[in-house]
Structure formats: C-alpha cells, structure tokens
C-alpha cells in the first residue's frame, strides 16, 4: 500500500478505463487506484479486474448496485480510503480530460508544500481547456465566477473535478452530511473545507475534453448547480462544526 490513492469513478468506460489505469500507474510517483464502478453495464468493472491480476495490491475496484451521482461514488471512495492508511486522496475522471502526469504535482503541492488540498485548476492561469465547445467553455468559466460571487470562495475552478485531499480534511468535513451528488458536489466538498480553515491551492493544469465514451453531464445536474448553491451558501456549516486551522 502507497500513500495515496487514485479514486476513478466510472460509468462505462470501457474505452478509457485500463489506458487510464495504466497512465496512472506509469508515473514517477507510485500511487493506488480505487475504481468506483457503477455496475457499468458496458463491462468496465471485468476489465478491472482483469488488470487487477497484473497489480494485485495497487488496483481495487469497487462495485456499487446502482448509478446514483458521482458526489455518491467519491463518497464511497473517501470513506474506504479513510478505513485504511491513506495520507492522500486524488479525484480524477477516467476519459483523460484530467491528465496522469499532473498527478504528482497535485501530490507534491500538498506533501511538499504544505497545502491541507490541492485543486487541477483550469482557470487558474488564464483558461486551460482543450476541445470544449465555445459554449460550454462560457458555462463553465462563468459557473465558478457565479459560485465565487454567491459564496465568497477564493478559488478560480470552483466547478473542478480533479482534487488532491489530505486525509485529515476528509476526515473533518463530514461526509455524511454532504448534499449534493452531481457536479456541485465539488462546489460543496472546496465550500466546507474552505469554512473549516484548511489551506487550499490551486495547480494550473489544461483540462482536455474526452475523445472516446459519452459525457455524463445533463441538465439536472447543471441545475442542481445553480439553485444549490444559494442554498448552501445560507446554510453555511452547522454550528456544532468546529472551526480548523492549518498548520
């Protein structure tokens, strides 16, 4: 076991899954990967396991019974992580709009330089996105700039899915009381530990649209973006959450 681990939520993904696998595996640093599989009727999950045979104790697979949101598949993730002795937790989708080689930087500027969270930040430095319609470029530029004026969030991707977590964020945010389970669910994990006090950074990275397998995103889950946040930013914490402080 490593001390960190890759959390790869899929939903057919059988075109992406082992080159993602092996991308991660092939970096400099070694990592674990958990894959979170929906019971993706495409095959994904035989296809891990087939890898699995090649790197018995690197690569784990999870299977849950039902498709119901990645803020929920990540949940799972983080508390298997936490049941073991993970220091560091990365998100990362499986079609290669995050790169593998940006792993270790998200690593190394939370074991190295001392930030409780790391974020790949696509807006960080200008904006950093490869093969998105003009449109949805707007959406998603204009999303984080929305949730950073509604909730006060100093960070440019608000809306970004590949994330570096120390265990003790995780540990302090109450995975249990997160609300959302689609693409918001990111807002709200960067919200929370943002409000405990952590010591979030962001790494520029060039996010690059999927080439291979569907998108997920739909119009529910852009929704439950818009009105949730709102929401959530008047609920702030509950008041029994103790405030942290980063060393």
């Known amino acids: 076991m490593h001390d960190t681990l890759v959390i790869i ?12 696998i092996r991308a991660t595996f092939s970096q ?7 894959v979170v599989d929906d019971s993706s009727p495409d095959g994904t999950a035989d296809i891990v396991r087939r890898i699995q045979e090649e790197f018995p104790k690197s690569l784990y697979l999870e299977v849950r019974k039902e498709k119901n949101g990645l803020g929920r598949a990540y949940i799972h993730g983080f508390k298997w992580a936490l049941a073991r002795s993970y220091e560091y937790i990365i998100e990362m989708d499986a079609d290669f709009s995050h790169d593998p080689k940006d792993l270790v930087r998200l690593y190394e500027k939370c074991a190295r330089d001392g930030a409780d969270a790391s974020i790949g930040s696509r807006y960080s430095r200008g904006v950093n ?8 470029v707007l959406l998603s530029y204009f999303a984080s700039k929305y949730v950073q004026f509604v909730t006060g969030i100093p960070y440019h991707d608000t809306t970004a899915g590949f994330v570096c977590w120390s265990r003790k964020v995780l540990e302090t945010i109450q995975l249990d009381k997160i609300k959302f389970v689609g693409y918001a669910f990111q807002i709200e994990m ?13 790494v520029s990275v060039i996010f690059t649209d999927r080439t291979e ?20 930013r008047i609920a702030g914490l509950p008041k029994d959450s103790q405030v942290q402080t980063s060393a």
Do not use: C
């Open 213 to 232: 397998g569907e998108s997920k995103m739909s119009k529910t889950i852009i929704t439950e973006a818009i009105f949730g946040i709102i929401r959530m």
């Open 129 to 136: 996105v490869v093969n998105w319609p003009m449109r949805r």
């Open 28 to 34: 400099k640093k070694s990592f674990d990967i958990l």
């Open 190 to 202: 960067k919200f929370k530990a943002w409000k405990h006090g952590f010591n979030i950074q962001e």
């Open 9 to 20: 939520p899929t939903y057919n993904e059988k075109e992406n899954i082992e080159k993602i």
